[in-house]
C-alpha cells in the first residue's frame, strides 16, 4: 500500500519570501501522480501543482513549484513570493497511474498549516 | 457545468439518526468517491465508484453506505451517526488521467 508522509504540522514564512513544504511517499510502483493541494479556511480544496511520475521536468505553476526526486521519492513545494493568501494547509497527495478500483484512490498526507507574517 | 455539488453544507444530528449526504456531478466522471477529514488524520477515503453500479470500501467504510444508480448521483447514507462520524466529508470525482475535483464539503456534527 502506498503511504505519504508530511513529517512538519506546521510552518511559518515571512511575506514575500520563499518556503519550502516537504512530502515523502512511499510505492512499489513506477507510473504515478503527485499532487499538493491547497486549503483554506473556507474548506475548499484547491490544487495547486500536479506531477506525473513519468515526468523528470519538474512542474511549475506561477509561484509554486516543486523538486520531484523520484528515486528518494520525495515531493516538496517550494512557494515563492509567499503572499498572505497562501495561508492555509497544504496537503500531498498520491495517486495510481494504475487506474483500477481502489488504486484509483488518493492518498492524503496529514498536512501541514502554513502561516504567512506580514 | 456546476463541478461536484454537496449538500448539506452544515449538519448537526443526534446519536442513532440516519441521514443521506448528497453528492452530484455534471462532468460525467467515472470516478467518485468520500473522504472524510479529521484533524492531524489527513483524508481518508469512506467509499469509492468506478462506475455505475459498482462501488467499493475505503479504509473507514464501517457504519456509512452508498449506492451509484446513475454517472452524475454518489449519495453517502449514514445508518445510525454516532459522535466518531463528527467529521468533515468531501465528495471528490475524476478521470483517469486528470486531476480530481473536490466538493465544497459537509461539515457533521454528531452530539
Known amino acids: 500500500a502506498q503511504t505519504v508522509t508530511q513529517s512538519q504540522p506546521e510552518m511559518s514564512v515571512q511575506e514575500a519570501e520563499t518556503v519550502t513544504l516537504s512530502c515523502t511517499y512511499d510505492?512499489?510502483?513506477?507510473?504515478?501522480?503527485l499532487f499538493w493541494y491547497k486549503q483554506p479556511p473556507s474548506r475548499q480544496m484547491i490544487l495547486v501543482i500536479r506531477?506525473?511520475?513519468?515526468?523528470?521536468q519538474n512542474a511549475t505553476e506561477n509561484r509554486f513549484s516543486v523538486n520531484f526526486q523520484k528515486a528518494a521519492k520525495s515531493f516538496s513545494l517550494k512557494i515563492s513570493d509567499s503572499q498572505l493568501g497562501d495561508a492555509a494547509m497544504y496537503f500531498c497527495?498520491?495517486?495510481?497511474?494504475?487506474?483500477?478500483?481502489?488504486?484509483?484512490?488518493?492518498?492524503f498526507g496529514k498536512g501541514i498549516t502554513l502561516s504567512v507574517r506580514p | 457545468n456546476a463541478g461536484v455539488t454537496q449538500t448539506p453544507k452544515f449538519q448537526v444530528l443526534k446519536t442513532g439518526q440516519s441521514m443521506t449526504l448528497q453528492c452530484a456531478q455534471d462532468?460525467?466522471?467515472?470516478?467518485m468517491s468520500w473522504y472524510r477529514q479529521d484533524p492531524g488524520m489527513g483524508l481518508r477515503l469512506i467509499h469509492y465508484?468506478?462506475?455505475?453500479?459498482?462501488?467499493d470500501q475505503g479504509e473507514v467504510p464501517n457504519g456509512y453506505n452508498v449506492s451509484r444508480s446513475t454517472t452524475e448521483d454518489f449519495p453517502l447514507r449514514l445508518l445510525s451517526a454516532a459522535p466518531s462520524q463528527t467529521s468533515v466529508y468531501f465528495c471528490?470525482?475524476?478521470?483517469?488521467?486528470?486531476?480530481?475535483?473536490f466538493g465544497p464539503g459537509t461539515r457533521l456534527t454528531v452530539t
Open positions: 497527495a498520491y495517486r495510481s497511474d494504475n487506474y483500477t478500483g481502489a488504486n484509483s484512490k488518493l492518498t
Open positions: 506531477q506525473e511520475a513519468y515526468k523528470q
Open positions: 462532468m460525467n466522471h467515472e470516478y
Open positions: 471528490v470525482s475524476g478521470t483517469r488521467r486528470r486531476e480530481q475535483y
Open positions: 465508484s468506478v462506475g455505475a453500479g459498482i462501488t
Open positions: 510505492t512499489s510502483e513506477s507510473d504515478y501522480y
